[in-house]
């Protein structure tokens, strides 16, 4: 924890050269999710049915994943680790159809996908086994979030600034989002693992936990419950909403996990579909007043100009009337 605290602080202290993007969007426009790696036993090569599932994965595939077979004769499993440079397995077995796509994704995947295309600012998953205390913990995590959402603020967004444009996608909201996982849900444990970090700091299936997830499947970082206090919540949850002060990923903490998502297209899609802008971003303000419009239809305007029509008529009558009686006057006294 303290390592994360010490990551964030330097990343604010370069803050002199921020946009005013916040992390969480300027992560979901521009970072590209790291590459898990999947190694395929040499066997894996004469399993006709295997290759025909793996081949749109390797050609042009929307997972964030790389295949590689092994030249080792004596491996007999496939083997998903977190990178090529990684040693650490996130998942080990005979490689079918099924297999692959319970790697590939996942319920609590796409619930995950989904929060973020609409927008959330970022999402914290917890893992726990429903016990008292862990009952507790999720309690206060999730009154904490509640409060934060309430007091916190996006960056003023400058729509002038060439640094500072949004890539497609949702609107740029506050929403503080909780997903909540059983530690011994079969269908979640490769996402547990995922969640939990390449260095293995604790074990997911018997330790109760919490992840912040953002961008396109970022975490910046998983606790166990017991040491993620509201401080720390605060720090990393401030952190994700706050000006983006690196902009170079590799030198922002946190991991990523797999998802088999073909960004490009649903973040355009998630334009299209996005509810109608939301006033909660603020933008810089202009103190020029705005000046009123006054439409006039096609009626009004016809009546308008009747108006003036019959005015015109009364003044030309009117104007008669007083002639004729000057006339009438001077004819009178030239009789007398």
């Known amino acids: 924890m303290m390592r994360l605290i010490t990551l964030i602080s330097t990343v604010y202290a370069s803050g002199v050269c921020a946009c005013t993007i916040p992390v969480f969007r300027y992560a979901l426009d521009r970072w590209e999710a790291d590459k898990f790696h999947l190694v395929l036993p040499a066997s894996a090569a004469q399993d006709m049915a295997l290759q025909d599932v793996l081949r749109p994965l390797r050609a042009n595939g929307t997972a964030n994943m790389d295949i590689s077979t092994s030249p080792d004769a004596s491996v007999k499993m496939a083997e998903l680790r977190n990178s090529r440079e990684s040693s650490l397995l996130?998942?080990?077995?005979?490689?079918?159809?099924?297999?692959?796509?319970?790697?590939?994704?996942?319920?609590?995947?796409?619930?995950?996908?989904?929060?973020?295309?609409?927008?959330?600012?970022?999402?914290?998953?917890?893992?726990?086994?429903?016990?008292?205390?862990?009952?507790?913990?999720?309690?206060?995590?999730?009154?904490?979030l509640r409060f934060l959402e309430q007091v916190a603020s996006l960056p003023i967004q400058d729509p002038n600034d060439p640094d500072s444009q949004l890539g497609p996608g949702p609107p740029l909201r506050l929403k503080f989002t909780t997903l909540r996982l059983r530690r011994d849900d079969p269908a979640e444990s490769t996402l547990l693992r995922m969640l939990a970090g390449p260095k293995g700091a604790f074990d997911p299936a018997t330790t109760s936990f919490a992840a912040a997830v953002f961008g396109r499947g970022r975490v910046l970082g998983a606790w166990p419950l017991a040491l993620l206090d509201d401080a720390a919540l605060e720090d990393a949850s401030m952190f994700l909403v706050g000006r983006c002060g690196c902009r170079l990923k590799n030198e922002n903490p946190g991991w990523d996990i797999l998802l088999n998502v073909d960004w490009e297209k649903a973040l355009q899609s998630a334009i299209s579909s996005a509810e109608p802008p939301r006033i909660d971003v603020p933008v810089a303000s202009k103190t020029a007043a705005t000046p009123e419009v006054v439409k006039i239809s096609a009626a009004d305007d016809g009546k308008a100009v009747e108006s003036k029509s019959s005015s015109i008529i009364l003044a030309a009558a009117a104007l008669g009337t007083v002639l004729i009686g000057l006339f009438w006057v001077r004819t009178k006294k030239g009789s007398v």
């Open 90 to 144: 996130v998942w080990s077995g005979a490689l079918n159809g099924a297999a692959l796509a319970a790697l590939l994704d996942s319920p609590a995947r796409k619930k995950l996908v989904e929060c973020i295309l609409a927008g959330d600012s970022f999402i914290w998953v917890i893992a726990d086994n429903g016990s008292p205390l862990d009952e507790v913990e999720v309690a206060r995590i999730e009154k904490r």
